[in-house]
C-alpha cells in the first residue's frame, strides 16, 4: 500500500564536499544531482525517489552543505531546520575526523529526534583510514557506519539495510480493549443525527465495538436519549462510557461521577498519534493572542459540512473561551504543509485523522514537534474547551496536568 507515512525521507547531510551528491547518484545509478570539485555545488535541497530494498519507497533529499559560508549559527540551524522537519532518517556524509560541524549536526538530529546513521565516503582515496574514522564515528555517536566509496560503488549494498534497521516502525496502540476486562460493560453512546450515514454506523464506533468483543466485555450500545434508561434497567455499573464528543457534556451528566468515560475521538487521538502532546499542546490556547494565526488541520478533503466540525463550530468557541481575534487558517490533504506554510502557527488544531494510518499521524505530530508548533487534535481540544478535559482523560492515568 502507497500512502503517506509509507515513503520514507531520508536527508542526507553532510559538510561541503565530502561527496553527498556523489553518493546519492550512486544510490540511484544516475546522474541526478550535479557533482563538482567546487565546494558549494548543491544549492537547494534535491529530492529523488526510488525503492530501496528493503525499505521500499524512499525519498532522498540532497542537501547543500550546510557549512556554507554565510550560513552560520542560528541562521544555518534553521536553515536545516526547515529541510530535515519532515524526513525519517538523515545519513551523514563525512570524509575526515568528526569536528565542529558534525557533532553540530548529530546534536541538531537528536534535538528533532531524526534517527541518523554516518557514510564514510571515498573509501578509494581514504583506504585504510576510512576504518578508522569508523571507529571514530562508532565510539563518538553509538549509530551505525558504512564505508562506501560513491566513485566505486564500494558498500553501497548496505545502505538499505543499515536505513531500514535505524527507521522504527510505531508501535501499534489499542483503540480501548487495554482500559477493560472481560466481563466489564462498556456503553458506546452513538448520535444518530443528520450527520450520521445511512445504515451503518461510522469506522470508530465499530472498532469500539469489535474491540470490545475481542476483550470479551459486554458492548452496550445506544443513542444519547437512551442513556439513562438503558443504565437505570441494565443493574451493573460500566466500566467505561465511550460517547461523540459533542454529547459528552450531557452524557457526564447522565453517569454517575465515578465511572470513565472518554470519547471516540480522544481514543482515535491516542490509537493513531500522540495523546500526551496534545494534551500539553493544549497550554498554548491560554496564551493565544489578537492577531495569532491558528491553523486547522485535515488530513482528508472532505466537502465542509454548513455547521461543520473544524472550520466552524472549534473556532467559535475557541474565539469564546480566549476573546481574542484569531487568525484561522484551514489546511487540508494528505502530506504536512511547507514549514513556511505553518511556521508562524501559534497552534494547530489536528483532525481524528481516520484517512491515515498510525505511522502517517505520528509522522505529522513529530513535524510538528520539530517546527516547534503546539498541535491538539479535534477530541481533545473539544473536551477542553466544554471544561471536561480532565474528566475525559482520567481513563487514561497520564502523567500530564492540563
Ligand atoms: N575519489 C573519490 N572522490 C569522490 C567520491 N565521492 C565524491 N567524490 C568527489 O568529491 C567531490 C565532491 O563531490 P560532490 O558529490 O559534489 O560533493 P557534495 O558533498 O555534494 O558537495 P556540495 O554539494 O558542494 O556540498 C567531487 O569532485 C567528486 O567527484 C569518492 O567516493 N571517491
Ligand atoms: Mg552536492
Redesign the pocket.
Known amino acids: 500500500m502507497e500512502g503517506p507515512g509509507f515513503r520514507k525521507y531520508v536527508a542526507i547531510v553532510?559538510k561541503?564536499?565530502?561527496?553527498?551528491?556523489?553518493?546519492m547518484n550512486r544510490l540511484l545509478g544516475q546522474e541526478i544531482?550535479i557533482?563538482?570539485?567546487?565546494?558549494?555545488?548543491?544549492t537547494d535541497p534535491v529530492f529523488k525517489s526510488m525503492e530501496l530494498r528493503p525499505l521500499g519507497p524512499v525519498t532522498f533529499v540532497?542537501t547543500?552543505?550546510l557549512d556554507d559560508v554565510g550560513y552560520l549559527g542560528k541562521l544555518r540551524v534553521e536553515r536545516a531546520r526547515k529541510i530535515l522537519y519532515r524526513v525519517d532518517a538523515a545519513i551523514l556524509?563525512v570524509d575526515d575526523m568528526p569536528g565542529e560541524y558534525e557533532d553540530s549536526i548529530a546534536e541538531l538530529l537528536r534535538s528533532m529526534d531524526i534517527p541518523f546513521m554516518v557514510v564514510v565516503?571515498?573509501?578509494?582515496?581514504l583506504g585504510s583510514k576510512a576504518w578508522e574514522l569508523k571507529k571514530n564515528y562508532e565510539s563518538k555517536y553509538h549509530v551505525a557506519v558504512l564505508v562506501v566509496?560513491?566513485?566505486?560503488g564500494k558498500g553501497m549494498e548496505s545502505v538499505g539495510d543499515t536505513l531500514k534497521k535505524i527507521i522504527p516502525d510505531e508501535e501499534e496502540i489499542p483503540f480501548l480493549s487495554d482500559l477493560i476486562d472481560g466481563g466489564d460493560l462498556v456503553v458506546l453512546v452513538v448520535p444518530i443525527d443528520l450527520g450520521a450515514p445511512k445504515g451503518r454506523l461510522i469506522m470508530p464506533q465499530v472498532h469500539g465495538i469489535r474491540e470490545v468483543l475481542d476483550a470479551e466485555a459486554l458492548a452496550l450500545v445506544v443513542k444519547e436519549r437512551e442513556l439513562r434508561y438503558a443504565l437505570k434497567n441494565i443493574g451493573m455499573k460500566p466500566k467505561l462510557v465511550v460517547t461523540d464528543s459533542q454529547s459528552i457534556t450531557k452524557v457526564i451528566s447522565d453517569i454517575p461521577e465515578d465511572v470513565n468515560v472518554t470519547t471516540f475521538s480522544i481514543l482515535e487521538t491516542r490509537y493513531r498519534g500522540d495523546l500526551l502532546y496534545s494534551i500539553e499542546s493544549l497550554k498554548a490556547i491560554e496564551e493565544l493572542e489578537d492577531g495569532d494565526k491558528v491553523v486547522i488541520m485535515e488530513a482528508c478533503t472532505h466537502r465542509p459540512l454548513t455547521e461543520d466540525i473544524g472550520r466552524v463550530k472549534i473556532p467559535r468557541w475557541l474565539v469564546n473561551h480566549t476573546g481574542a481575534q484569531l487568525e484561522f487558517k484551514v489546511i487540508a490533504g494528505r502530506e504536512f504543509p511547507d514549514a513556511e506554510e505553518v511556521e508562524d502557527a501559534r497552534l494547530i488544531i489536528h483532525c481524528g485523522g481516520c484517512v491515515i494510518n498510525r505511522n502517517a499521524m505520528m509522522k505529522r505530530v513529530k513535524m510538528a514537534k520539530r517546527l516547534g508548533i503546539p498541535m491538539v487534535n479535534y477530541g481533545v481540544i473539544i473536551c477542553y474547551l466544554h471544561g471536561v478535559i480532565d474528566r475525559a482523560i482520567k481513563v487514561f492515568n497520564l502523567d500530564v496536568k492540563v
Open positions: 553532510g561541503r564536499n565530502v561527496g553527498k551528491s556523489s553518493f544531482s557533482v563538482s570539485e567546487v565546494a558549494g555545488t548543491t540532497d547543500p552543505g556524509v565516503n571515498k573509501e578509494d582515496l566509496s560513491a566513485k566505486t
